[in-house]
């Protein structure tokens, strides 16, 4: 018997520890999830979404994933509600940075939000539409959805977020949630809790083992 509570002792063990060993990263990010898709006041959507919260490439305070090529802008600020979209207030209005890399027929989009207690970032776009919309500024709303000023005329379910024409049929959205850490807070960390189911065998064995050697 004290053979045994030794090998599972140390199984136990060598699992745990197993899982706190950082593995390398995929090399593709996996597709944004589609929210939407389908006919919306005579347009035909399709909907992407990126958030802090789903996904294989979540990571605190940031996320990514692929799109089809549609998102031509290479770069959005998405500053903090209530700021003005012309005049932004203080060193760090921003509290998103999203990027598109458009590579062998994918874009790469890469979520990026204020770290360190929600402190913001400093504004990378000049004005609201500069570099002939390869930079520009969204604004966050009440319910952390970042709306685009410049879209007048597609409306989605979600507003008038982020929206361009596809390369093919339709028109393609992004609905960009930003500061989702509240909701990411009350998801349970898997990794954490597999950790800790694996390890309280180990250690209830070895627990065990030093009450009977004394």
Do not use: W
């Amino acid at each position: 018997m004290k053979q045994l509570f030794i090998f599972l002792s140390v199984a136990c063990a060598m699992v745990g520890t197993g899982l706190v060993v950082p593995r390398p990263a995929l090399a593709i990010s996996p597709d944004c999830p589609v929210v939407f898709q389908g006919s919306y006041e005579n347009n035909f959507l399709t909907i992407y979404q990126i958030d802090e919260i789903n996904g294989p490439f979540v990571r605190p305070e940031g996320n990514r994933c692929i799109i089809a090529p549609q998102i031509l802008t290479h770069h959005l600020d998405i500053l903090e509600q209530g700021q003005n979209l012309d005049n932004p207030s203080g060193p760090t209005p921003v509290s998103d940075y999203v990027d598109f890399v458009i590579s062998s027929g994918i874009t790469d989009v890469e979520l990026q939000s204020d770290l360190a207690g929600e402190t913001g970032l400093r504004n990378i776009c000049f004005t609201r539409n500069d570099g002939n919309g390869a930079c520009r500024r969204l604004l966050e709303d009440a319910n952390g959805i970042a709306q685009d000023p410049q879209n007048t005329t597609v409306n989605t379910p979600y507003g008038h977020i982020f929206c361009s024409v596809g390369v093919g049929f339709g028109i393609g959205c992004l609905n960009i949630v930003s500061d989702a850490e509240n909701a990411e807070a009350a998801v349970p960390e898997p990794t954490s809790a597999l950790l800790l189911g694996t390890m309280l065998p180990g250690l209830f064995g070895f627990r065990r083992l030093s009450r009977r050697d004394r």
